[in-house]
C-alpha cells in the first residue's frame, strides 16, 4: 500500500465512504477498509492470549491442565484406597474374619446388603449361582458360593483377596468369565462384611 492510497483510505473512512478494491472475480469486489478497533483488539488480544496461556500451562508449573489435575486427583483417590485397605488389613486376618466378624450380626447383615445390591445378579440370592426360568435351573455368570469349593484358596483372606482384587490376571476364569476387582468399588470394610456374609453362609467351609 503506498501513501497515497493509505491517505485515501484515511480519507474515505472519514467521510464514512465504502473503498474497493481492485481486483473483482466473477463480479465480486472486496471491501478495503482498516477492520474496526474492537475487532483487532480482539484478534490481537486472542493470540497474546494464546502464548500467556501456552505458556502457563504447558510449559511451566503455575498452573495444571485439566489432564494433570485429573491424574492427581485419581492418585490421591487411590493413595486413599490404599491406606484404607491397609489399615483395614492390619486388623483382619482368618481368625478375626470367622471368630469376630462373621459372627456379629450387624456385620453379617452389612454384608447381606451389599450382596444383595452387589452380587445377586451373578451368584444369585441364594449363592447357589443359578437362576430358576419357569421351573428349569440355568447358570448365572459368577461361581456358586455354598458348593464348598473355593477356587482361588478356602482361607477367609482368600475370599476376601478374590473379592477385593477379582479374578486374577493369569486367570482364564470360569468360562471364559472373569469377575471384576470389587475393592474398586467397595471400601476394605465392605468387602470385609460380605466375606464375614458368605462364610456365616458356609460354616462347615470355615470352621477353626
Ligand atoms: C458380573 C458378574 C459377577 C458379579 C456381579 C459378582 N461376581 Fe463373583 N464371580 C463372578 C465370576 C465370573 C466368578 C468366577 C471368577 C473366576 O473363576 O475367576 C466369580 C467368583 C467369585 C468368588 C470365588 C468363588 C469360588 O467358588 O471360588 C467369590 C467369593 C465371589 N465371586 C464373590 C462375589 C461377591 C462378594 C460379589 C459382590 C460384591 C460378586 N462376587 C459379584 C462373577 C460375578
Excluded at 492470549?49 to 485419581?74: A, G, M, N, P, R
Aim: aromatic share 10%; glycine share 8%; hydrophobic share 40%.
Amino acid at each position: 500500500m503506498n501513501s497515497d492510497e493509505i491517505k485515501r483510505g484515511t480519507y474515505a473512512r472519514e467521510k464514512g465512504e465504502v473503498i474497493l478494491r481492485e481486483h473483482e472475480y466473477d463480479g465480486i469486489q472486496e471491501f478495503d477498509q482498516k477492520l474496526p478497533n474492537w475487532w483487532l483488539f480482539t484478534f490481537y488480544g486472542g493470540i497474546a492470549w494464546f502464548v500467556i496461556h501456552w505458556t502457563l500451562y504447558y510449559h511451566t508449573e503455575v498452573f495444571q491442565t485439566d489432564q494433570q489435575k485429573i491424574v492427581s486427583q485419581v492418585t490421591a483417590l487411590q493413595e486413599k484406597k490404599d491406606a484404607e485397605l491397609a489399615a483395614t488389613l492390619a486388623s483382619l486376618d482368618d481368625a478375626t474374619l470367622i471368630s469376630k466378624w462373621s459372627t456379629d450380626p450387624v456385620i453379617v447383615a452389612a454384608g447381606e446388603a451389599t450382596f444383595s445390591i452387589n452380587c445377586v445378579a451373578c451368584h444369585a440370592a441364594d449363592l447357589s449361582g443359578m437362576m430358576d426360568v419357569g421351573g428349569n435351573k440355568i447358570p448365572l455368570p459368577g461361581l456358586p458360593l455354598t458348593d464348598g469349593e473355593w477356587k482361588y484358596g478356602a482361607k477367609p483372606m482368600d475370599v476376601f483377596n478374590i473379592i477385593n482384587k477379582g479374578t486374577p490376571v493369569d486367570s482364564p476364569g470360569h468360562n471364559g468369565a472373569k469377575m471384576q476387582a470389587w475393592g474398586q468399588m467397595l471400601t476394605p470394610k465392605q468387602v470385609a462384611e460380605v466375606t464375614a456374609f458368605l462364610i456365616s453362609k458356609n460354616p462347615k467351609d470355615f470352621e477353626g
